[in-house]
């Protein structure tokens, strides 16, 4: 599976995503590794099998950035659902925010990219699950280590389309299992 595999599974009442897709993986003020490591991080994030395999075969990034985007999209996986309860319980109970995680993140230490790719990974990750507090935390930490608010938003636009393209797959595979089942 490839990506013009992928947009050729689009239907018509998406061509709107076909044409996304290539504009924000080409966005001026993101690094090729930065806006690929993004949409492959938030494609993992967005579970569809098909659009994970064809992302990562067609992401210009060596070994360590495409693991390390896979890193991110593990442990936001994880951090995602606890940070957002933690944020949810806040009101009421709002003890949780002081406990410990208790959650091994050693590989946000030690993913092997450079930090500021790694945190606008996290992000598209964030972003796609709709992680309140995680988008505050890494949004934070970039803009700290130098990024700008545009490549924050660049990054969540990747998110958006990616997110969007997989639901789209998800649905022609229901409501179109001819289409699905010719590409």
């Known amino acids: 599976m490839n990506l013009d595999d992928i947009k050729a599974r689009l239907p018509e009442t998406a061509k709107d995503l076909r044409l996304n897709l290539g504009t924000v993986l080409t966005t001026p003020g993101l690094t090729p ?4 490591g993004a ?7 967005a579970r569809n099998a098909d659009l994970v395999a064809a992302l990562d075969g067609a992401a ?3 070994a360590a950035n495409r693991a390390a985007a896979r890193t991110a999209a593990s442990l936001m996986a994880m951090n995602t659902i606890y940070y957002r309860f933690v944020h949810l319980m806040k009101p009421s109970v709002p003890d949780y925010a002081t406990m410990p995680a208790r959650l091994r993140m050693q590989g946000m230490a030690s993913h092997g990219a450079d930090t500021v790719d790694f945190e606008l990974w996290s992000i598209a990750v ?9 988008l505050e935390a890494h949004e934070h ?7 700008s608010r545009e490549m924050v938003q660049a990054v969540v636009r ?3 389309v990616v997110h969007a393209i997989a639901v789209t797959l998800d649905s022609v595979a229901v409501l179109e299992p001819g289409i699905a089942a010719a590409a």
């Open 39 to 45: 949409a492959l991080a938030a494609a993992i994030a």
């Open 141 to 147: 930490e970039v803009l700290k280590k130098g990024a």
């Open 126 to 134: 964030a972003a796609v699950v709709g992680c309140g507090m995680c």
């Open 33 to 36: 590794t930065q806006a690929w």
């Open 60 to 62: 210009p990034l060596d």
């Open 158 to 160: 990747i998110a958006a």
